[in-house]
T-cell receptor, first 112, second 111 residues
Framework: SAVISQKPSRDICQRGTSLTIQCQVD?????MFWYRQQPGQSLTLIAT?????????ESGFVIDKFPISRPNLTFSTLTVSNMSPEDSSIYLC?????????FGEGSWLTVV | QKEVEQDPGPLSVPEGAIVSLNCTYS??????FMWYRQYSRKGPELLMY????GNKEDGRFTAQVDKSSKYISLFIRDSQPSDSATYLC???????????FGAGTILRVKS
């Protein structure tokens, strides 16, 4: 298993600002992922965070809007840039450990 | 057609009932099947994980996978009000990394 810590757990952000979410894992993992869950919806994969190289983004998500860093095998950040109310969501860090995937508690962002 | 279909509910049952949650899928390449429980405004918590076909039991929870029918189930015995949450099925290919989720079923257990 893996224990994942995310910061912040929740925040209220002003329109047009940017916020960086941190994800720390208690063990080294190869695969780290960032998901978004909009209100009442299921989870959508934003990108795979690759250690030492640029993140791999899913269709509909771009680096300018969601820059990701992965400096080592236990840590990653996701920035939500130039936020609008449509970005109000839970943002979730997840990791693959063995043959299954674990999630952090999530970061609940409200954009006003 | 979505890759994974899951009835969103809500499903409302009395305390002590047996709950059956189900998902169907279309991609025969899926090999790993998971059930997550998610409380409001929290991250998904892994409940059960099954490889290929078969049953797996853990306490009050039983996961079943029928690959021939592309159908997976989660059974909850002696349901409790604390089981009230959204249950998400998810699956992944043998050498893949992308989880594909169902829509999630809202479960309400009434005391």
């Amino acid at each position: 298993s893996a224990v994942i810590s995310q910061k912040p757990s929740r925040d209220i952000c002003q329109r047009g600002t940017s916020l960086t979410i941190q994800c720390q894992v208690d063990s080294q993992v190869t695969m780290m992922f960032w998901y978004r869950q909009q209100p009442g919806q299921s989870l959508t994969l934003i990108a795979t965070a690759n250690q030492g190289s640029e993140a791999t983004y899913e269709s509909g998500f771009v680096i300018d809007k969601f820059p990701i860093s992965r400096p080592n095998l236990t840590f990653s950040t996701l920035t939500v840039s130039n936020m609008s109310p449509e970005d109000s969501s839970i943002y979730l860090c997840s990791v693959r450990a063995g043959n299954t995937i674990y999630f952090g508690e999530g970061s609940w962002l409200t954009v006003v | 057609q979505k890759e994974v279909e899951q009835d969103p509910g809500p499903l409302s049952v009395p305390e002590g009932a047996i709950v059956s949650l189900n998902c169907t899928y279309s991609n025969s390449a899926f090999q790993y099947f998971m059930w997550y429980r998610q409380y409001s405004r929290k991250g998904p918590e892994l409940l059960m994980y099954t490889y290929s076909s078969g049953n797996k039991e853990d306490g009050r929870f039983t996961a079943q996978v029928d690959k021939s029918s592309k159908y997976i189930s989660l059974f909850i015995r002696d349901s409790q009000p604390s089981d009230s949450a959204t249950y998400l099925c998810a699956m992944i290919r043998e050498y893949g990394n992308k989880l594909v989720f169902g829509a999630g079923t809202i479960l309400r257990v009434k005391s």
